[in-house]
Each structure stands twice: as structure tokens, then as C-alpha cells.
């Protein structure tokens, strides 16, 4: 998958909205809930490559980066609860990377019955 794609991806999530809230920075990119403003996924680039870091269980974190070389441990973030998908040459097939997004989605929505601060 690559960047655009994926970004036409998030444009399709209801209750999704996407920004780029740093001064200066016109390529690192928030998809975050239009609820909370939280975040559920933040496009970068380091070093060359371009990734998504995304909000994930810590078993299942594991998991993904001992079976996917395009997955590592989230740069810049929790490592234990958060993990960075490389896009371009990865071995980490659409499917997954629209899977691994909504899971990120549903960890960092609004808990019920939790209120919010006006």
C-alpha cells in the first residue's frame, strides 16, 4: 500500500478526520477521531521510508514484528502499544494494514460510559 491510498483509506472511516497539525512539518500527517481528537494513526517518514504508526495490542505487536519485516515497534511512540507499517516495497499486505488501522481505530475510541471534559 502507499501513502495516497492509504490516506483514501482514512478519508473512508466515518468519524475520522486527517490533519497535519505541525508547524513546518507539510509531510508527517494525524488521523484522529473527530469525537475525542485522539489519535489512531500518524504518517511519517524517517530515514527515507515512509510508515504509519499505529495504535496496536502489545501481543499482538510482538507478534507482527517477528512475522512482517515491514513492521517495527512504533518509531516515536510507545513501543510495547504501538507499531510502525512500512508502505512501498512491504511485506505487509493491504488487507492487514486496513485491518491493523481499524483495531487502532477501535483501541483509542471514546470508552463507554467514560465522560469528557468540556
Not at 21 to 44: I, N
Amino acid at each position: 500500500m502507499e501513502r495516497a491510498d492509504y490516506l483514501d483509506f482514512c478519508r473512508s472511516i466515518a468519524g475520522a478526520s486527517i490533519d497535519q497539525p505541525f508547524e513546518d512539518d507539510f509531510y508527517s500527517t494525524v488521523v484522529r477521531h473527530t469525537d475525542t481528537g485522539k489519535w489512531f494513526a500518524v504518517l511519517l517518514e524517517h530515514g527515507g521510508r515512509e510508515f504509519v504508526n499505529l495504535k496496536c495490542e502489545p501481543l499482538e505487536a510482538e507478534f507482527l514484528c517477528c512475522a512482517y519485516a515491514g513492521v517495527d515497534p512504533g518509531y516515536h511512540m510507545n513501543k510495547r502499544h504501538w507499531i510502525s507499517v512500512y508502505f512501498g516495497a512491504s511485506d505487509v499486505p493491504d488487507a492487514l494494514v486496513r485491518e491493523l488501522t481499524m483495531a487502532s481505530f477501535r483501541l483509542t475510541a471514546r470508552k463507554p460510559g467514560r465522560l469528557t471534559r468540556s
